[in-house]
């Protein structure tokens, strides 16, 4: 396997939130990042900050992510899929569509990426560390969001899957399962005292996480320090999981 001095770190959803601070902080580590995005003018902006490289993406198509990985000049060392999210709606409302684009996005565009990736790296025998953003909710009961727990689910079951067929290519895939973090995809909370006060009183360590909460994991999975780690989730969520 060969190495760069400097490591090629691709980022999907990097235009904002944990995808964003994750992306800054690479940089910061010295890595060439891309950041990759929907939101081309997002990207750019954290490109421009960090020194990196903005590239739109929909990891919702395939001919989208393999655009992204064609333009890379190298496999690249780490990949990091934080593009994901839905919006609310009872299960009783959730339409077809909505069920399978939630699906596309949080499942089908963390396959679909590790997969261009671990493609490439095969291919040129390079070491890959892939992490993905999971949810606190893949396990349920998640009201107004089963579809999106449904799908990060999915997503997990996933990774442990990828993880065992790839790791004889030195491919490693793990996750973070975050629980409730301030992002622009939780602008609800801000607007909503009330509800916010509810979820940060039903956190045992008392407060909603900031996407910097979760990026130690997330700096050391990627990193060759965690080169024996693989099919592994590390849980973030203030202690959501143990709460009563």
């Known amino acids: 396997m060969t190495h760069d001095a400097r490591r090629l770190v691709v980022v999907t959803g990097g235009g904002s939130g944990i995808g964003a601070a994750a992306a800054a902080a690479l940089a910061d580590g010295g890595a060439r990042v891309v950041v990759a995005d929907i939101d081309t003018e997002a990207a750019e902006a954290v490109a421009r900050q960090i020194g990196g490289r903005a590239h739109r993406v929909d990891v919702r198509q395939r001919t989208s992510v393999e655009a992204l990985f064609a333009s890379l000049p190298r496999a690249p060392d780490a990949l990091l899929t934080s593009a994901g ?50 949810s606190s909710l893949h396990a349920g009961p998640a009201p107004g969001l089963s579809h999106f727990a449904a799908a990060k689910g999915a997503s997990v079951s996933l990774l442990r899957c990828l993880a065992q067929e ?79």
């Open 85 to 134: 999210g839905a919006s609310r709606a009872a299960a009783l409302d959730v339409s077809e569509d909505l069920f399978l684009e939630t699906l596309q996005l949080n499942t089908g565009g963390f396959w679909r990426s590790a997969q261009e990736a671990a493609r490439l790296a095969i291919a040129e025998r390079r070491t890959l560390s892939i992490v993905h953003v999971a």
């Open 166 to 244: 790839w790791a004889e290519y030195g491919i490693r895939v793990n996750g973070i399962v975050p629980g409730p973090v301030d992002t622009p995809a939780t602008d609800a909370w801000r607007v909503d005292r009330t509800l916010r006060r509810a979820m940060e009183s039903s956190l045992p360590l008392g407060r909603i996480g900031r996407p910097e909460d979760l990026l130690p994991a997330i700096l050391w999975l990627l990193s060759d320090s965690a080169e024996w780690v693989t099919g592994s989730l590390v849980t973030i969520d203030g202690g959501r999981s143990i709460a009563p």
